[in-house]
């Protein structure tokens, strides 16, 4: 059983910064692709960044030159440093991990973890 679990939100103030981190265990052989979403009240969840298993990066417009996604593929973790926060950050953050189904990872299946909620004051 694989478990994805997320901490690390907070309260900030705008131009603040955070931390948030994913923890990903239980039997598996590896980790794919890791991502970050985020869901704000009355909107859908979106892709935010995302980080594949040789540490290559992509973000969206709205979070690109402020925030950074980065992994230990060692610990099964994966981080946000969330800088310049602005109350338009404010929302559940969600770690996604596509975890490995063999050693040569050919095929994955996808765990979420439950959010952490970010709440950015101006």
């Known amino acids: 059983q694989v478990q994805v679990v997320e901490s690390g939100g907070g309260l900030g103030q705008a131009g603040e910064s955070l931390r948030l981190s994913c923890a990903v265990s239980?039997?598996?052989?590896?980790?794919?692709?890791m991502a970050w979403y985020r869901q704000a009240p009355g909107k859908q969840r979106e892709l935010i960044a995302g980080i594949n298993s040789v540490g290559s990066t992509n973000y969206a417009d709205s979070v690109k030159g402020r925030f950074s996604i980065s992994r230990s593929n060692a610990a099964n973790t994966m981080f946000l440093q969330m800088n310049l926060l602005k109350p338009d950050d404010t929302a559940v953050y969600y770690c996604k991990a596509d975890v490995c189904e063999r050693a040569s990872c050919g095929s994955f299946e996808t765990y979420w973890g439950k959010g952490t909620l970010v709440t950015v004051s101006s």
């Open positions: 239980g039997s598996m052989y590896g980790i794919h692709a």
